[in-house]
């Protein structure tokens, strides 16, 4: 039996590369290609026997890429497995334009061979001897390793010109395909709690793709101080030092139940548990019950305002150094100022961008870990 052909159309060399040995690990010949319309281009005069596609690639979107490969005669039934997407419009486009998307897992690289071959029909047997597992490797980890700054560098850049240029797409999609490149390297070779950061990064770049208009000065700037963080994660010698932000506790503190609704909702988007209290009395008494890591404030709270809980938080056993972040539609001047003065670590004005403000807890329940 001939050997069967995969087209790859993946952006980012280093993931092509690391799917591609592992395919061929199977009994396949591979070709990669960086692009959507280099992609149709290969489907339409080499006929391969399926596609593995990125949720996420330059110039068409992949569900387009997706459609147009079904809209042809011989690509009707032609596999097309499409590799996980956080991003739930993107996994919902590519499965209605026909392509099969996987879902993340512990072992993303033996899926992808088990459904290349399910799709190609090769029995259960043969798929899982000729499926190389996935183990830990000193060669990937430290290719992975070594790329990273380059990444972050890429990436430092693009936000750049995204800021000189607020609102306009090209930069925010560039963007949005170099920390998708990042966040994918990241999930592949286990690399957590820092996946679980760059995804929530990623989620904020996203919608701003979609919404532009929301590219304000204060959302890029968040994205510039995540850039900038990852390198300070990417330094720390042991990230199994790290605790996975989704164990953490969060409080929020706001007397308007709707507020305090957005804001645990945003946590919730990010894996982040929260619990809501009302009024100051409340909020010191859950602290004194149980430990948490972080904290969210409104100021115009009754009975005292948020700078005195925050100066009362701050003389609690335990809670010297948590991280405490004003949440407050009273952004003036002054009120930035005192929320400094009395032991806040950052100050967010309503109404807030939801992704950004999950980017901010975990960017902060990170920081409260990582010594001096």
């Not at 280093?14 to 591979?30: A, D, M, N, W």
């Not at 486009?93 to 993340?104: D, E």
């Not at 512990?106 to 499926?131: K, Y």
């Not at 693009?158 to 240029?165: C, F, G, L, N, V």
Request: hydrophobic content about 40%; charged content about 20%; glycine content about 6%.
């Amino acid at each position: 039996m001939p050997q069967q052909r995969i087209l790859i159309i993946q952006e980012d060399r280093l993931l092509s590369t690391f799917y591609r040995e592992h395919l061929e690990s199977g009994g396949f010949i591979v070709e990669s290609v960086g692009n959507g319309d280099e992609g149709l281009q290969i489907v339409h005069d080499r006929r391969p026997d399926a596609v593995l596609i990125d949720s996420l690639i330059p110039g068409l979107e992949a569900s387009e890429v997706v459609r147009e490969i079904r809209s042809q005669p011989a690509g009707r039934q032609l596999p097309i497995v499409a590799l996980p997407s956080s991003r739930t419009p993107v996994a919902r486009a590519l499965q209605q334009a026909g392509a099969h998307v996987l879902t993340r897992s512990q072992n993303l690289p033996a899926e992808v061979t088990d459904a290349v071959q399910t799709a190609l029909g090769q029995t259960r047997t043969a798929r899982m001897e000729r499926c190389m597992p996935l183990r830990p490797c000193p060669r990937w980890t430290t290719l992975t390793s070594a790329a990273a700054p380059t990444a972050i560098n890429s990436m430092r850049h693009t936000i750049q010109s995204a800021i000189r240029a607020p609102a306009t797409r090209p930069p925010l999609r560039a963007l949005l395909q170099e920390v998708h490149g990042f966040t994918e390297r990241l999930a592949l070779f286990s690399q957590r709690p820092l996946f679980h950061f760059s995804a929530a990064l990623e989620a904020l770049v996203f919608d701003l793709n979609r919404m532009p208009e929301q590219a304000n000065p204060s959302v890029l700037r968040t994205i510039g101080q995540a850039i900038d963080f990852c390198t300070v994660l990417l330094e720390i010698a042991d990230h199994r030092t790290l605790r996975d932000p989704s164990s953490a506790h969060t409080l929020v503190v706001d007397d308007e139940d709707g507020a305090a609704r957005i804001i645990m909702a945003s946590l919730g988007l990010v894996g982040l548990r929260s619990l809501a209290c009302e009024t100051p009395a409340s909020a010191i008494s859950a602290a004194k019950a149980q430990p948490f890591d972080l904290i969210f404030l409104d100021v115009g709270l009754p009975e005292m305002n948020g700078f005195e809980l925050c100066t009362r938080m701050r003389s609690a056993t335990g809670y010297e150094k948590t991280p405490i972040v004003f949440v407050t539609g009273m952004g003036t001047f002054q009120n930035r100022v005192q929320s400094s003065l009395c032991g806040g670590n950052d100050f967010i004005g309503k109404p807030f961008n939801i992704p950004e403000l999950g980017l901010k807890a975990l960017m902060w329940l990170l920081k409260g870990q990582i010594p001096g």
